[in-house]
């Protein structure tokens, strides 16, 4: 018998006992007691016939490159990933939003490089951001964002580029992330697009 069918009959006995109380006891103490045992038992029961749901971990998000064609198939997944393991929709908002936590990321891939926004994902802290848009003083915003290629959320470099395809697309901007930025399984990883970029503002800075 499982543990719930054993609560099941408990709570059956808790109503059993209640209804006995009422029906032979004259006693208002005890009729008040049979009474509250007749309800607690059938919530006991009501509550038991709920369903249960083990509370598991979300399930880990696996990219298979082989199913990955186009770069809107990118951005397809940098869409599913925004929403669930990247955890940017908890504060960030597409579109204005006086509740955001973080900068609203609406056009935010027609503004700036795929360089630029790996660096801003990976190293959310080499630029402050503030929003200048609204007029006087700068909003300042409560959260502060962690690198989401390390714990708690981890991403991969594929799901950081998804990310970006997505930011792109969003934004109705030429998708630059392609196949070949992707890292396939048993090859060496590409170089990341945050160490282009570095490289870029050395070269740029050597030329000056």
Not at 11 to 22: D, E, M, P
Not at 59 to 76: F, G, V, Y
Not at 80 to 97: D, E, M, N, R
Not at 119 to 143: C, I, M, N, W
């Amino acid at each position: 018998m499982s543990e719930i069918a054993q609560m099941q009959l408990i709570a059956l006995g808790i109503v059993g006992f209640g209804i006995l109380v009422l029906l032979f006891i004259k006693s208002n103490f005890f009729r008040v007691t049979g009474f509250v045992a007749i309800v607690l038992g059938l919530f006991s029961l009501m509550s038991l016939a709920v369903p249960q749901m083990a509370s598991l971990p979300p399930a880990e998000e696996t990219i298979d490159i082989a199913t990955i064609k186009t770069p809107t198939d990118i951005a397809a997944l940098g869409q599913t990933v925004f929403f669930s393991k990247g955890q940017c929709a908890l504060c960030h908002s597409i579109g204005p939003s006086e509740s955001a936590r973080c900068p609203d990321l609406k056009g935010i891939g027609a503004k700036l490089s795929k360089e630029f926004l790996y660096e801003s994902l990976t190293d959310p802290q080499a630029f402050v951001y503030q929003d200048y848009r609204h007029g006087g003083v700068p909003k300042e915003y409560p959260a502060t964002m962690p690198p989401i290629d390390k714990d708690p959320i981890g991403l991969s470099n594929n799901e950081i580029l998804a990310v970006i395809a997505f930011l792109q697309q969003m934004s109705g901007e030429p998708i630059s992330v392609s196949l070949s930025d992707l890292d396939v399984p048993g090859q060496a990883p590409s170089a990341p697009a945050k160490e282009t970029a570095e490289s870029t503002s050395i070269e740029v800075a050597q030329a000056q």
